[in-house]
Nanobody
């Protein structure tokens, strides 16, 4: 297992921006960001694998995922945030290649999460 530590969450108003960071200890060529709101399933937001990004429809051109391999850090830049983006955001690594890349069952290692709250 690799160890993942997220940071960068916070509270912003509608239309604001945040950049989440995920520090990865150990090697991974793929990583993903998921989110989970209270009472809802954990859902994939974005993933990146050997430099190629994948986005959920909910990202809607507002989110950008990047992997800085030199710093071993995965970023999620979130712009034009909406109240429905409010959730705990989790970083995932170690893809198991048995499900869709944005399926939570595809990933073996998880961080502890960072909270994002968007107010109206």
């Amino acid at each position: 297992l690799v160890r993942l530590v997220e940071s960068g969450g916070g509270s912003v108003e509608t239309g604001g921006s945040l950049r989440l960071s995920c520090s990865v200890s150990g090697y991974t060529s793929c990583a993903a960001w998921f989110r989970q709101a209270p009472g809802k399933e954990r859902e994939g937001v974005a993933a990146i694998c050997t430099g190629s990004p994948f986005y959920a429809n909910s990202a809607g051109g507002r989110f950008t995922i990047a992997h800085d391999t030199m710093k071993n850090t995965v970023y999620l830049q979130m712009n034009n945030l909406r109240p429905e983006d409010t959730a705990m955001y989790y970083c995932a690594a170690e893809r198991m290649e048995r499900a869709h890349i944005l399926d939570k069952n595809e990933w073996n290692s998880w961080g502890q999460g960072t909270q994002v709250t968007v107010s109206t």
